[in-house]
């Protein structure tokens, strides 16, 4: 059973930082890329950030130079560590296996509000 479960979202102010952790479970984790993507109030989900199985990284350009995504294989876990952020950065945030096997598969999130 596939779980992707999400945490660390919380309250900060603009000009804050939060480290979101994503912990997965039913998955072969170390040969999928990961994506972190994030829905705010009335908008679209979008792919915000992006690590592959060796390590390379792509960014929305929004959160280039913000955010930090990366992964630890052993735990099975994917990180994203935000900082300076905004209150655009408002939404909840996801995770997900970037592989059409999982393209219906989404995790409860974790919200993140942005105080200006």
């Known amino acids: 059973q596939v779980q992707l479960v999400e945490s660390g979202g919380g309250l900060v102010q603009a000009g804050g930082s939060l480290r979101l952790s994503c912990v997965t479970s039913?998955?072969?984790?170390?040969?999928?890329?990961m994506g972190w993507y994030r829905q705010a109030p009335g908008k679209e989900r979008d792919l915000v950030a992006r690590i592959t199985p060796n390590g390379n990284t792509n960014y929305a350009d929004s959160v280039k130079g913000r955010f930090t995504i990366s992964r630890d294989n052993a735990k099975n876990t994917v990180y994203l560590q935000m900082n300076s952020l905004k209150p655009e950065d408002a939404a909840v945030y996801y995770c997900?296996?970037?592989?059409?096997?999982?393209?219906?598969?989404w995790g409860k999130g974790t919200l993140v509000t942005v105080s200006s």
């Open positions: 997900k296996p970037e592989s059409v096997t999982f393209m219906n598969y």
């Open positions: 039913g998955i072969l984790f170390r040969i999928h890329a």
